[in-house]
């Protein structure tokens, strides 16, 4: 019996941003699409959502590219449109849709059901931990302890372990 290879398809697989973002997103993707040196680099949308945030890496690699000059004023007055429309900044924007939509994945795939529910150690815990019970079973449990200690190595059971073993 053989294993087959494992394969990936790739997935169409969009976040949506909100209204305001999608529109400057979908305008840059439209201007970088016409770019066909940046096309065949970079994800035309995602090249659009990383010039809107105006990182620094990645705005210097279109800078280079002709015509880049020109993407990257239209990003940096779409940045200002949406700063003056959320009083972010873009980054603040782009990153609380993302972990919007991380939140939103989350609540679908999880299964609160078997989250509320206590363990044996879970319920142990409450009751060897609790402020007044936990001092009380320690002292209790730390004297049942010692009094199987001395019990077991009373003279008694040393004479009886020692007769047994010397026969």
């Known amino acids: 019996m053989s294993l087959s290879p494992l394969v990936l398809t790739p997935v169409d697989f969009k976040i949506n941003y909100g209204k305001e973002l999608e529109a400057e997103i979908e305008h840059l993707t439209i201007l970088i699409q016409q770019q066909t040196s940046l096309t065949q680099t970079f994800n035309p949308r995602w090249l659009a959502v990383k010039l809107l945030e105006g990182e620094a890496d990645i705005v210097a690699q279109v800078e280079r590219v ?71 079973l ?24 020692g007769s047994s073993a010397g026969r």
């Open 138 to 161: 320690f002292l209790l449990v730390m004297y049942i302890m010692f009094k199987l200690v001395v019990d077991v190595s009373a003279p008694t059971w040393i004479g009886w372990m």
């Open 66 to 136: 002709p015509g880049g000059a020109q993407l990257i004023a239209q990003a940096r007055q779409g940045s200002a449109r949406i700063e003056t429309i959320y009083g972010d900044s873009v980054d603040i924007a782009v990153a609380d849709a993302r972990y919007g939509f991380i939140h939103g994945l989350t609540r679908q795939v999880m299964d609160k059901s078997q989250t509320n529910r206590y363990t044996l150690t879970d319920r142990i815990d409450r009751v060897v931990t609790n402020r007044v019970l936990g001092l009380p």
